[in-house]
């Protein structure tokens, strides 16, 4: 033990707030205040403090001369077991950062002539993933890159597939946000969803109290809730059983009928031993104006006498699926589907 003496008087000091002991314990214990613990899964305030992070390093680095530039286009990668845990929060994270984003364009306008952005609409599409660009993303790391007008569609094999890509993102060297190429073939892994991708309408008068977030995929289902998007009509020849299911979400799971499956509202479930589990599933790009559909069975999947060729579960291989397209499940089960 050791006591701190006052310089002048010689008499021991009162234990004060701001004191050395403050100062020694502020410099060795995590902030209460931090946006996450020291370890641990992250939290939905060090999200958003990534994405201000990146949005203020776009626009020091895409501004020029009077016109004030700045990244619009977000991909936020996440551990899968983040990424299913921060879900139901993810449109309040996109909701607070764009108004933190429009506070600090108020802010940074006063010093430029012209606000410019590059395109009409902020886009954030969250994905799990456990690598990105030869790291290992742990339920401690986000990974946020900005563009200022965002890649083609992922998975849907157009020609930029060995393109590069100019973004933000942090450098693995020096941990800071930079400005730097990115080859496109690190995303072609990660499942960017309709339900993780949010596309919200800039507002040119930078108006922070009224934003309303929701996902592309509640956008989807709600212009669509009464008839449903699709209609899959199936016969199963091993039963001769046939029925039908309204497809109302923008992405479904075929799969097998079984226990752990029934708890699930967008699987379509077949009872069939010759359906796997999972066997495919059926989308709708927002983006293309199209439905898709990959497969993942080890047994045949074809799509109008086109066989499909398998992916993995976790890097789906999408394949167009055209109104009124016969889908033959391991040539024993038939599914006609329909576009409402």
Same mark, same amino acid.
């Given at each position: 033990?050791?006591? %701190?003496?006052?310089?002048?008087?010689?008499?021991?000091?009162?234990?004060?707030?701001?004191? $050395?002991?403050?100062?020694?314990?502020?410099?060795?214990?995590?902030?209460?205040?931090? @946006?996450? &613990?020291?370890?641990?899964?992250?939290?939905?305030?060090?999200?958003?403090?990534? +994405?201000?992070?990146? $949005?203020?390093?776009?626009?020091?680095?895409?501004?020029?001369?009077?016109?004030?530039?700045?990244?619009?286009?977000?991909?936020?990668?996440?551990?899968?077991?983040?990424? =299913?845990?921060?879900?139901?929060?993810?449109?309040?994270? *996109?909701?607070?950062?764009?108004?933190?984003?429009?506070?600090?364009?108020?802010?940074?306008?006063?010093?430029?002539?012209?606000?410019?952005?590059?395109?009409?609409?902020?886009?954030?599409?969250?994905?799990?993933?456990?690598?990105?660009?030869? =790291?290992?993303?742990? %339920?401690?790391? *986000?990974?946020?890159?900005?563009?200022?007008?965002?890649?083609?569609? +992922?998975?849907?094999?157009?020609? #930029?597939?060995?393109?590069?890509?100019? %973004?933000?993102?942090?450098?693995?060297?020096?941990?800071?946000?930079?400005?730097?190429?990115? /080859?496109?073939?690190? +995303?072609?892994?990660?499942?960017?969803?309709? /339900?993780?991708?949010?596309?919200?309408?800039?507002?040119?008068?930078?108006?922070?109290?009224?934003?309303? %977030?929701?996902?592309? &995929?509640?956008?989807?289902?709600?212009?669509?809730?009464? /008839?449903?998007?699709?209609?899959?009509?199936?016969?199963?020849?091993?039963?001769?059983?046939?029925?039908?299911?309204?497809?109302?979400?923008?992405?479904?799971?075929?799969?097998?009928?079984?226990?752990?499956?029934?708890?699930?509202?967008?699987?379509?479930?077949?009872?069939?031993?010759?359906?796997?589990?999972?066997?495919?599933?059926?989308?709708?790009?927002?983006?293309? @104006?199209?439905?898709?559909?990959?497969? $993942?069975?080890? /047994?045949?999947?074809?799509?109008?006498?086109?066989?499909?060729?398998?992916?993995?579960?976790?890097?789906?291989?999408?394949? #167009?699926?055209?109104?009124?397209?016969?889908?033959?499940?391991?040539?024993?089960?038939?599914?006609? $589907?329909?576009?409402?």
């Amino acid at each position: 033990m050791f006591a %701190v003496y006052h310089v002048k008087s010689g008499k021991p000091m009162k234990k004060r707030s701001g004191d $050395f002991f403050s100062a020694l314990k502020s410099m060795i214990l995590p902030d209460t205040n931090d @946006q996450r &613990a020291a370890t641990g899964p992250v939290t939905n305030n060090y999200i958003l403090k990534e +994405l201000l992070d990146c $949005f203020d390093n776009s626009c020091k680095r895409e501004s020029v001369g009077k016109s004030l530039l700045f990244n619009m286009h977000y991909l936020i990668i996440l551990h899968p077991e983040v990424y =299913e845990e921060r879900l139901p929060s993810l449109p309040i994270i *996109v909701k607070e950062a764009l108004k933190a984003f429009y506070n600090r364009l108020k802010s940074y306008k006063r010093n430029y002539d012209e606000l410019s952005p590059v395109s009409f609409h902020w886009q954030f599409r969250f994905a799990p993933g456990t690598d990105f660009n030869q =790291e290992k993303i742990t %339920v401690e790391d *986000v990974r946020v890159i900005g563009m200022l007008t965002g890649v083609k569609p +992922l998975g849907s094999g157009g020609s #930029d597939r060995h393109n590069t890509a100019k %973004v933000t993102m942090k450098s693995k060297a020096t941990n800071v946000f930079d400005k730097m190429d990115i /080859n496109l073939d690190v +995303l072609r892994h990660l499942h960017f969803a309709e /339900n993780g991708t949010f596309t919200v309408k800039f507002n040119p008068e930078l108006n922070v109290t009224n934003v309303a %977030v929701t996902n592309n &995929a509640t956008q989807k289902t709600v212009r669509n809730a009464d /008839n449903g998007l699709a209609r899959i009509e199936y016969y199963t020849a091993d039963t001769s059983k046939d029925a039908v299911y309204i497809m109302k979400d923008t992405e479904i799971v075929i799969a097998r009928k079984e226990p752990e499956n029934l708890g699930y509202s967008n699987y379509l479930l077949i009872e069939s031993g010759f359906v796997s589990n999972p066997h495919a599933r059926i989308r709708w790009n927002e983006s293309q @104006q199209s439905f898709q559909i990959a497969s $993942f069975s080890n /047994n045949e999947t074809r799509v109008n006498e086109t066989v499909i060729a398998k992916s993995e579960a976790g890097s789906p291989r999408w394949f #167009d699926l055209r109104d009124k397209s016969q889908v033959l499940l391991n040539g024993m089960v038939t599914l006609t $589907f329909k576009q409402l």
